[in-house]
């Protein structure tokens, strides 16, 4: 069964730090494009980032870049984010997805930014 | 603001059609295709349509998408109350060099 199951989730002072990850298992990873999408309380989505199958091209949505990087180990079947100085608008529940249709979905996990 | 365009409700009877619609421009829809995803009250987004029409196995084809030029719309026939969920578009950018998604239509079935 195709599955991506992120962790890491969790509560974090603004101006912290956390890393997101995603196991992939049931589908060559090291295949596939992966992004990041968060979805805000009660909002629609929003795209953050997308990495290419060997991880040598990335792209950033402007409102993380600088703050977020996104990583791979496809040795592993694992994606990253690491996220830099946390505002209080990163609060969401965070998805990867699986390739360039975004095709294949965990079920997210949630990142809580409050003092 | 999403940049993509899509109405924030829509609402229909069991066994009625609804349509729900998207719009965007040049860079997006205009020029790339349009995935639709829907996703039911507190679960994951699930993808329903790709390369504009194209259905996942497993997708009924009750669902049905199009496009044409920046515009794409989401059709769900024979409607369920199981089809209440809310549904996204989204599409590659060019300019912005990464996804975009419409901000979301909530479906309801009367």
């Known amino acids: 069964e195709v599955q991506l199951v992120e962790s890491g989730g969790g509560l974090v002072q603004p101006g912290g730090s956390l890393r997101l990850s995603c196991a992939a298992s049931?589908?060559?990873?090291?295949?596939?494009?992966m992004n990041w999408v968060r979805q805000a309380p009660g909002k629609g989505l929003e795209w953050l980032s997308s990495?290419?199958?060997?991880?040598?091209?990335?792209s950033y949505a402007d409102s993380v870049k600088g703050r977020f990087t996104i990583s791979r180990d496809n040795a592993k079947n694992s994606l990253y984010l690491q996220m830099n100085s946390l505002r209080a608008e990163d609060t969401a529940v965070y998805y990867c997805a699986r390739g360039g249709a975004l095709g294949v979905w965990g079920r997210g996990t949630l990142v809580t930014v409050s003092s | 603001q999403s940049v993509l365009t899509q109405p924030p409700s829509a609402s229909g009877t069991p066994g009625q059609r609804v349509t729900i619609s998207c719009s965007g421009s040049?860079?997006?829809?205009?020029?790339?295709?349009v995935n639709w995803y829907q996703q039911l009250p507190g679960t994951a987004p699930k993808l329903l349509i790709y390369n504009n029409y194209q259905r996942p196995s497993g997708v009924p084809d009750r669902f049905s998408g199009s496009k044409s030029g920046t515009s794409a719309s989401l059709a769900i026939s024979g409607l369920q109350s199981e089809d209440e969920a809310d549904y996204y578009c989204?599409?590659?950018?060019?300019?912005?060099?990464?996804?975009?998604f419409g901000g979301g239509t909530k479906l309801t079935v009367l």
């Open positions: 989204a599409a590659w950018d060019d300019s912005l060099n990464g996804w975009v």
């Open positions: 990495i290419s199958s060997g991880g040598t091209t990335i």
């Open positions: 049931g589908f060559t990873f090291s295949s596939h494009e």
């Open positions: 040049s860079s997006n829809v205009g020029s790339n295709t």
